[in-house]
């Protein structure tokens, strides 16, 4: 078999010979593009550019689309410049823009650039921020290694698509009327089964950003900028890719980060599947971590004893007498303090009885604002003299330290992912990290998904817009019966900063769906039976609205021997086991399937809290992008 594959090949080698031998390109052009086209058989389609070998330089010489992906390939004599090489790269994400394969789209990772150079090359190779470099007797790294990320279909499909879009680009060796059919001497190796595009995770980021997303990725922006829209629109999506291309501009480290712990992390991982070879150039950390890390990296101690912290707050609300006749919830009162007071740094009385409950719902009558006061001081001794500090503390310490000496090397640009979650000490501070430059900072939030207490205004944070706003429209997540069914909720934003859209206003791309209203007294045994019957091991989750209920439901399912992992755990990894957790924890992630299961806790009260609930029950809702199943009390 072997021999006959040789044969094969050198007559399609041959072939390509005659097809090229009026193009005026040096041989060793000739060499590479004849290597590239007896590879026909393996699933390989060449398209040439017409000018080659006077390829303008901002465009690939050759695209090469086969299963490992669609290679923008550089034929050049010496290394090009970066902007050259990004250029070719970005005309030929351009011209796939719109692309689909099966039931997925595509996206820039399956995209790579190489510059192939002479055999006698003796400049810089490998690996860099922007394309590999090989010398042309290195083709078969391209051709032979590597992991299949396309079936021949999509492959196919794909180099048809850049066929039909520019005459740039001429296929050398096909034919996009009447495709060969690809021989039985394909090496068994490349023929690994590939999962139907349709089974596979719509996670797994094969598209490509629709229009409004590419124009804000590419955007020049002259200051802070913003990126809103609802649940599953693609904002983070946008967001990171928006770094790699500030990334790939090179002018140094990005940061990610975000008003809640977790979500940095996963952003993280989803970062490392789309441009793994960028990653060293962004941090992905939460706002405090990032605080801790710095004021540590300035001598300045910054852990947290959140248990301590605890046990201060505890001691001074079971003192009190007053602020329960007002409202009888150790959390209301834990927000005032941390989002209200503390989150918004507040350090006098006077401030305070004038200052914006912005997010907080309801008044406070004056009387009960002097009574919060003394009960924040009591909190502050307290933990002085447990020797202690807490989260708003470590924010506010960061800020004074960053005021007194900025960072010696600034971001080339800061992303705030769910900003809306951001107290205003840390919107200030995430202002400061960054600076006002051009592209220096992007704020990206839903208000309709916040979950926690209190708000702002950008002009608090002396952070103005000036129209740097995108609103995105597209829900690629939920399919249309979740979309509408999440929709449903009235979850009001209380988050008026620059152009939003509710959840209803969403345009599902994918159709179908299905949604499950349980009524019934079984609860644990029908979710259990639901969860049992599911057709696959893609990701599925239970969110809850109280730690308590996670908690149960992870008991149920380890007692019924289903794999569980708690959400609090999870980074983002793919995982068959069930993720148990609250809507909070679940913040920055998608499962196929999400069950809600009813709760026994008391309903909530206040008007703040009836709020804050619906919108939690509509971010839990917006993780399910197939099957969404809810329980309803009896
Ligand atoms: N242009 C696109 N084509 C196909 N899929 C997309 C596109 N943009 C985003 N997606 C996918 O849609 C899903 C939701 O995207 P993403 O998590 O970025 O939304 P989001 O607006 O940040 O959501 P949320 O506010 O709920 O966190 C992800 O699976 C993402 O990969």
């Given at each position: 078999?072997?021999?006959?594959?040789?044969?094969?090949?050198?007559?399609?080698?041959?072939?390509?010979?005659?097809?090229?031998?009026?193009?005026?390109?040096?041989s060793?052009?000739?060499?590479?593009?004849?290597?590239?086209?007896?590879?026909?058989?393996?699933?390989?389609?060449?398209?040439?550019?017409?000018?080659?070998?006077?390829?303008?330089?901002?465009?690939?010489?050759?695209?090469?689309?086969?299963?490992?992906?669609?290679?923008?390939?550089?034929?050049?004599?010496?290394?090009?410049?970066?902007?050259?090489?990004?250029a070719?790269?970005?005309?030929?994400?351009?011209?796939?823009?719109?692309?689909?394969?099966?039931?997925?789209?595509?996206?820039?990772?399956?995209?790579?650039?190489?510059?192939?150079?002479?055999?006698?090359?003796?400049?810089?190779?490998?690996?860099?921020?922007?394309?590999?470099?090989?010398?042309?007797?290195?083709?078969?790294?391209?051709?032979?290694?590597?992991e299949r990320?396309?079936t021949?279909?999509e492959?196919?499909?794909?180099?048809?698509?850049?066929?039909?879009?520019?005459?740039d680009?001429?296929?050398?060796?096909?034919?996009?009327?009447?495709i060969?059919?690809?021989?039985?001497?394909?090496?068994?190796?490349?023929?690994?089964?590939?999962a139907?595009?349709?089974?596979?995770?719509?996670?797994?980021?094969?598209?490509?950003?629709?229009?409004?997303?590419?124009?804000?990725?590419?955007?020049?922006?002259?200051?802070?900028?913003?990126?809103?829209?609802?649940?599953?629109?693609?904002?983070?999506?946008?967001?990171?890719?928006?770094l790699?291309?500030?990334a790939?501009?090179?002018?140094?480290?990005?940061?990610?980060?975000?008003?809640?712990?977790?979500?940095?992390?996963?952003?993280?991982?989803?970062?490392?599947q789309m441009?793994?070879?960028?990653?060293?150039?962004i941090?992905?950390?939460?706002?405090?971590?990032?605080?801790?890390?710095?004021?540590?990296?300035?001598?300045?101690?910054?852990?947290?004893?959140?248990q301590?912290?605890?046990?201060?707050?505890?001691?001074?609300?079971?003192?009190?007498v007053?602020?329960?006749g007002?409202?009888?919830s150790?959390?209301?009162?834990?927000?005032?303090?941390?989002?209200v007071?503390k989150?918004r740094?507040?350090?006098?009385?006077?401030?305070?009885?004038?200052?914006s409950?912005?997010?907080?719902?309801?008044?406070?009558?004056?009387?009960?604002?002097?009574?919060?006061?003394?009960?924040?001081?009591?909190?502050?001794r307290?933990l002085s003299?447990?020797?202690?500090?807490?989260?708003n503390?470590v924010?506010?310490r960061?800020?004074?330290e960053?005021?007194?000496?900025?960072?010696?090397r600034?971001y080339?640009?800061?992303?705030v992912?769910?900003?809306?979650?951001?107290?205003?000490t840390?919107?200030?501070?995430?202002h400061?990290?960054s600076?006002?430059?051009?592209?220096?900072?992007?704020?990206?939030?839903?208000?309709?998904?916040?979950?926690?207490?209190g708000?702002?205004r950008?002009?608090?944070?002396?952070?103005?817009?000036?129209?740097?706003g995108e609103?995105?429209?597209?829900?690629?997540r939920?399919?249309?019966?979740?979309?509408?069914?999440?929709?449903q909720?009235?979850?009001?934003?209380?988050?008026?900063?620059g152009?939003?859209?509710?959840?209803?206003?969403?345009?599902?791309?994918r159709?179908g769906?299905?949604?499950?209203?349980?009524?019934?007294?079984?609860q644990?045994?029908?979710?259990?039976?639901?969860?049992?019957?599911?057709?696959?091991?893609?990701?599925?989750?239970?969110?809850?609205?109280?730690?308590?209920?996670?908690?149960?439901?992870?008991?149920?399912?380890?007692?019924?021997?289903v794999?569980?992992?708690?959400l609090?755990?999870?980074?983002?990894?793919?995982?068959?086991?069930?993720?148990?957790g609250?809507?909070?924890?679940?913040?920055?992630?998608?499962?196929?399937?999400?069950?809600?299961?009813?709760?026994s806790?008391?309903p909530?009260?206040?008007?703040?809290?009836?709020?804050?609930?619906?919108?939690?029950?509509?971010?839990?809702?917006?993780?399910?992008q197939?099957?969404?199943?809810?329980?309803?009390?009896h």
């Amino acid at each position: 078999m072997t021999g006959t594959f040789h044969h094969r090949q050198e007559l399609l080698r041959r072939e390509a010979e005659v097809q090229l031998r009026d193009r005026p390109l040096p041989s060793w052009q000739k060499r590479v593009l004849h290597r590239f086209a007896a590879e026909r058989d393996n699933g390989w389609y060449p398209l040439l550019n017409q000018f080659a070998p006077h390829t303008p330089r901002q465009r690939p010489d050759l695209v090469l689309v086969g299963r490992m992906g669609v290679l923008v390939v550089l034929l050049r004599e010496a290394e090009p410049d970066w902007e050259d090489s990004r250029a070719a790269f970005v005309w030929t994400a351009e011209l796939l823009a719109g692309a689909s394969i099966g039931s997925g789209m595509l996206s820039e990772s399956v995209l790579r650039t190489v510059v192939v150079h002479p055999i006698e090359h003796t400049g810089r190779q490998g690996r860099s921020a922007d394309h590999l470099a090989i010398t042309e007797d290195e083709l078969d790294r391209l051709l032979k290694r590597g992991e299949r990320i396309l079936t021949s279909d999509e492959a196919l499909s794909l180099a048809k698509h850049l066929d039909s879009r520019t005459f740039d680009l001429t296929p050398i060796m096909w034919n996009s009327q009447r495709i060969p059919r690809q021989r039985g001497s394909v090496p068994e190796v490349l023929q690994e089964p590939v999962a139907p595009s349709a089974r596979r995770p719509f996670r797994d980021w094969r598209y490509f950003l629709d229009d409004a997303q590419l124009g804000a990725v590419r955007r020049s922006y002259s200051g802070p900028a913003q990126i809103s829209g609802p649940a599953g629109t693609g904002k983070t999506t946008l967001a990171l890719h928006r770094l790699a291309y500030l990334a790939r501009r090179g002018d140094g480290k990005l940061l990610y980060t975000a008003g809640l712990p977790l979500v940095p992390e996963r952003a993280g991982k989803r970062f490392d599947q789309m441009a793994p070879e960028l990653s060293g150039q962004i941090e992905f950390t939460s706002l405090h971590e990032w605080a801790r890390g710095f004021l540590a990296g300035r001598g300045r101690s910054a852990d947290v004893d959140d248990q301590e912290v605890r046990r201060a707050f505890d001691a001074v609300w079971s003192r009190d007498v007053v602020l329960h006749g007002f409202r009888n919830s150790r959390e209301y009162w834990k927000d005032e303090v941390d989002r209200v007071i503390k989150g918004r740094g507040i350090s006098t009385f006077d401030s305070y009885r004038s200052a914006s409950r912005k997010g907080r719902g309801g008044q406070l009558p004056p009387e009960f604002r002097s009574h919060a006061w003394r009960f924040y001081c009591e909190y502050e001794r307290e933990l002085s003299e447990r020797g202690v500090f807490d989260h708003n503390d470590v924010l506010k310490r960061a800020l004074v330290e960053l005021e007194r000496r900025p960072l010696p090397r600034q971001y080339a640009g800061v992303v705030v992912d769910e900003a809306q979650e951001l107290t205003l000490t840390g919107l200030r501070l995430a202002h400061a990290i960054s600076g006002d430059g051009p592209d220096q900072l992007l704020l990206v939030g839903d208000g309709q998904q916040q979950v926690l207490a209190g708000g702002w205004r950008l002009s608090d944070a002396g952070i103005s817009l000036h129209g740097r706003g995108e609103v995105l429209q597209h829900d690629y997540r939920n399919r249309g019966r979740v979309l509408e069914r999440a929709g449903q909720v009235e979850a009001i934003n209380r988050f008026d900063e620059g152009p939003s859209l509710p959840l209803n206003a969403a345009l599902p791309v994918r159709g179908g769906g299905q949604v499950v209203e349980w009524h019934g007294l079984e609860q644990e045994r029908a979710l259990l039976c639901a969860l049992l019957a599911l057709d696959d091991d893609s990701s599925a989750a239970i969110i809850t609205e109280t730690e308590a209920s996670a908690e149960h439901w992870l008991h149920v399912l380890r007692e019924a021997g289903v794999k569980a992992l708690p959400l609090a755990e999870w980074d983002g990894r793919d995982t068959t086991d069930t993720l148990v957790g609250t809507s909070l924890q679940a913040k920055g992630s998608e499962f196929r399937t999400v069950f809600l299961p009813a709760e026994s806790a008391p309903p909530p009260g206040s008007r703040e809290d009836r709020e804050t609930h619906q919108r939690r029950r509509l971010v839990a809702m917006a993780r399910a992008q197939d099957h969404l199943w809810l329980s309803h009390p009896h």
